[in-house]
């Protein structure tokens, strides 16, 4: 998740702060200080992290493109430069622009605005851009919320008191809840001093870049790792009393699938899974497991001369073609697998799977698969050429049927037409007729919708009224019959309004 800083470097930012000692600085010496802090903690927790640094004040400028080079980074902070008034909305079209160019709209993204809470003045301040929301042209919206996933953080160089006495913190609560509210407003405790920016960084850090540290397990083999990016606690919507749900830090192996029988599945995110144990000096691409295998161990394959699972495991899936199943909580899993990165170079990665006993419907329940050993048969075949996947439903899924569906009362007519039209046409049309009567009984019943059931009985029984003396007897007898069944399951009575049941036609002397 890449991560762009955008730094407040108007003339409100220089306004000085005494510090114990005597010693003078300004407000943007301490946001230098608490960024080269969370700089030199990413450089050794989150290596792998991309992350941007823009400066602002009525424009905005991109100092730092997107990069994992955290002396870059801090190197720009040093060279900061001081410039006029705030513009968020400025800003925030630039931190758009930049994100998008980069890594389009689909990628999410934190956001570190760096500020200390002044709005700036007149036109193009934060004040004024929050209350013309309602009165912009289509061509001239507000960048909130941005069109790419968002977690924005917005570190204040000032305390809350300081923000309270104007209109200063409810104005960035609400920029905070236009961003999509995924987020959070840190504000310096006590007075202004190198300790109290400390404290805010390191609240920031605990919340959004604290490493994950997870235990790998197959059986009695186990290994540290690291997960990166730290997997978020998901809520599913679906659940009467929704909570979130976080990944346990034991991960448990619980089988190995070919990469066909899995194919392309449906996650809710990915992850490198990275040893802890790994000398510094591995490349910060991955495990290090290259195309040459037979070689010696390289440094990524060997901490400190000792065997490492997380390493074998990578190695093994990369050859066999395979991914594992790995248990993340209670009925929630996920797969291990090899990533390419290059020719040389590959990744472990882990992908997470809705949560639920059978994320993958092809593949039934996970708790059910086994091992080939204990099958009565090989499943795939002596010599592989058949797979026991996609398992076949026992239910025809809804979707494969030809579900009737009203959206409009013209769509509804047309199906009371279709069946009046093969009403006038009897007997020669009886199948076609008792098929489209069943079709919208069906439906009736689905939706609840008793009253059509009683009208088109009616409707029936005044077709039966008004057909011609050269009509065919059976007609009047199929046309009776069929008004019968639908006032009867009308009624809601379960003897005659099963969904499951049919309208047959009625069996006369006149009936082939």
Known sequence: ???????????????????????????????????????????????????????????????????????????????????????????????????????????????????????????????????????????????????????????????????QTTDAMNNLEELLHLSGGDGQIFTMEGPLCMKSVQGMFGRLIDHAYSPFHAVLHCGNLSSDVQVFPRPEPIVMDEEVDPMPRSINPDLELVGFIEIADISSPPVIS????????????????????????????????????????????????KVEGMVALVQLGPEWYGMLYSQADSKKKSNLMMSLFEPGSEPLPWLGKITHLGPISEAAENPYGEDDSKSPFPLQPSVKRSYAQNVTVWIKASGLQTDVQKILRNARKLPDKTQTFYKELNRLRKAALAFGFWELLKGVADLLERECTLLPDSAHPDAAFQLSHAAQQLKLASTGDSQYAAFDHNIAPMHTDFSS
């Open 270 to 317: 990915r992850h490198l899974v990275l040893p802890i144990n790994v000398n510094k000096e591995v490349d910060e691409v991955g495990t290090g497991a290259t195309d040459e295998l037979e070689e010696e161990p390289s440094a990524s394959q060997m901490a400190g001369k000792n065997p490492n699972f997380c390493v074998l495991l990578h190695g093994s899936l």
């Open 1 to 163: 998740m890449p991560t762009v800083i955008l730094m407040d470097v108007s003339l409100s930012m220089t306004r000085p702060v005494s510090l114990d000692g005597g010693d003078e600085f300004q407000r943007k010496n301490l946001a230098v200080h608490g960024l080269n802090m969370l700089f030199e903690h990413m450089a050794s927790n989150y290596r792998l992290e991309f992350t941007s640094l823009m400066a602002f004040s009525s424009l905005w400028e991109l100092l730092v493109p997107f990069t994992r080079d955290y002396n870059a980074l801090q190197e720009a902070l040093g060279n900061l430069e001081d410039y006029d008034k705030t513009c968020v909305e400025s800003a925030l079209n630039g931190v758009s622009s930049v994100v998008q160019q980069e890594w389009g709209s689909a990628c999410p993204c934190q956001v570190v605005l760096v500020t200390d809470g002044s709005l700036g003045i007149g036109k193009g301040s934060l004040r004024q851009s929050l209350q013309s929301l309602k009165h912009r042209a289509d061509d001239k919206k507000f960048p909130l919320p941005f069109p790419f996933p968002t977690k924005m953080f917005i570190m204040s160089i000032a305390n809350a008191e300081e923000l």
